[in-house]
């Protein structure tokens, strides 16, 4: 169960700072840093696939996602069973079907939020911590382009060596490749930012 939380939050950390928004014929990444914080709601489908070296098929889940930029991600995965997480500034809210919801603070796992907010950067806009961890490559050809982040330093070099994104009317996919051989490719669909605002239910999920 340790391994399938790890997997989870790997799966959505770096989801946070890569809001999906329309028009992203972008000839620059400064053009696409503009995009990225140009709507405060975006709701739409992923398809998350996780390539492990101890697995020779790999693990599919499907589900649902909600970022809001000025509260966080609601990422409610409905297969292979339901998992619905919660992440705000400093907590992190997993339920796992009909259990209890487990909250989990800054202070109790830094280096989860450490990861969030560093990616949480590049979803607002500010990308000079990215600039400090690392090496930014990016390519457009026609109206698709492709932006490669290198890490420099530790901690996140000890994890990822590479860390790939995808778009071109909107982002398309990231793929997260680690250290030690296993790839996740996170797939999305259905992107919308209507309405710009959360619904009371919504709101309430981001009640922790």
């Known amino acids: ?8 939050i790997a799966g959505v950390w770096f989801f946070l700072a890569l809001i999906v928004s329309p028009n992203l014929f972008a000839k620059s990444m400064e053009e696409v840093q503009q995009h990225l914080s140009s709507h ?3 709701r739409g489908d992923f398809e998350q696939v996780r390539e492990l070296e101890m ?13 809001a930029k000025e509260y966080g991600l609601l990422w409610g995965q ?5 998992i619905s997480l919660v992440l705000t500034e ?3 809210s997993q339920k796992f079907g009909e259990q209890d919801a487990q909250v989990m603070t800054s202070d ?6 450490y990861f969030s907010h560093l990616f949480l950067g ?9 600039k400090s961890q690392f090496k930014l490559i990016f390519n457009s050809e026609n109206e698709s ?12 070099d000890k994890v990822f060596t590479s860390i790939e994104i995808s778009g071109s009317d909107y982002i398309n996919s990231i793929k997260l490749n680690e250290v030690r051989g296993d790839v996740t490719t996170i797939n999305f669909s259905n992107q919308n930012h209507v309405p710009d605002e959360l619904s009371d239910n919504e709101k309430l999920a981001f009640q922790l």
């Open 122 to 130: 590049l979803f607002q806009g500010d990308t000079e911590q990215l």
């Open 55 to 67: 697995f020779k098929k790999p693990l599919v889940s499907t589900g649902e996602f909600t970022v």
């Open 1 to 8: 169960m340790a391994n399938l939380k790890t997997n989870v």
């Open 78 to 82: 409905k297969q292979p069973f339901v």
């Open 40 to 42: 405060p709601v975006v």
């Open 145 to 156: 382009w492709k932006m490669e982040l290198v890490p420099l330093k530790a901690p996140i």
């Open 108 to 113: 109790e796992n830094p280096m989860a939020f």
């Open 90 to 92: 400093d907590k992190l």
